[in-house]
């Protein structure tokens, strides 16, 4: 079997609900993803895949929540009016969450021949989230 996994950055807020509903404080983070990719034999350019593509499908996820609030967009915000993130949120904006919407968009771009095998999203040095499907 073979892998091959690309790496992207991006930078964005959140606030997690806690199971109180209440809200942590907003607070921003590098998000470093790691996309890892698997098949059992290469293309015909002896590739899994070209890393420009899985990349493209990386960046077309993370694109959208480029130095945004991520409580505020899709698919995180429920869209209750702005500012109410306590009962706007759809998915509540962990790491774990994130790498699974990373994943969901991922999968539905692959080559045939080629399957997702992890995303790995890091929110601060040594707290590292991942979604294996």
């Not at 509540?92 to 692959?110: C, D, F, K």
Request: net charge negative; with cysteine.
């Amino acid at each position: 079997m073979y892998e091959a996994t690309i790496e992207k950055t991006f930078s964005a807020a959140h606030a997690l609900r806690l199971p109180d509903g209440s809200l942590e404080p907003l607070h921003g983070h590098d998000w470093r993803v790691k996309a890892t990719v698997a098949s059992e034999g290469l293309d015909a350019m002896d590739t899994v895949m070209d890393f420009h593509d899985l990349e493209q499908l990386v960046e077309s996820r993370i694109g959208p929540w480029r130095n945004q609030n991520l409580n505020a967009v899709a698919p995180f915000s429920g869209g209750a009016g702005g500012d109410d993130h306590a009962h706007g949120l759809a998915i509540n904006p962990s790491a774990e969450r994130v790498a699974e919407q990373i994943a969901w968009t991922v999968s539905g771009g692959l080559p045939e021949h080629v399957w997702l095998k992890e995303i790995s999203v890091g929110e601060a040095p040594g707290c590292v989230a991942r979604y294996r499907p």
